[in-house]
């Protein structure tokens, strides 16, 4: 396996962490960034090292990131979605 896609990958999990440490209002940018990172990670997963750890890897994404995925599949789907108290203004 490529060394490159590891260290990418610690990379993520530690901004990961840390992101899930800053207060909620605070999130926002960082997890965009993590979010709209993860497919390139996970493709790139899935071509060093096979589609098989990619959908795991995938899994893992999805149950880290549950809410924010639920929150847009509500948005596409036309759902109406509150936010949590600590978005509203």
């Known amino acids: 396996m ?10 993520w999990v530690i901004a990961g962490s840390i992101t899930a440490f800053v207060p909620m209002r605070r999130q926002m940018i960082p997890g965009s960034a993590l ?3 993860a497919p390139v990670l996970l493709i790139w997963i899935g071509m ?18 549950r809410n924010p ?11 109406p979605v509150e936010l949590p108290p600590e978005f509203r203004k």
């Open 35 to 37: 979010i709209l990172g």
């Open 69 to 79: 995925l639920i929150y847009f599949l509500k948005r596409a789907r036309g759902t």
């Open 48 to 65: 060093a090292a096979g589609w098989v750890w990619a959908f795991a890897g995938m899994l893992a994404f999805a149950s880290m990131f």
């Open 2 to 11: 490529n060394i490159w896609l590891i260290l990418a990958c610690c990379l």
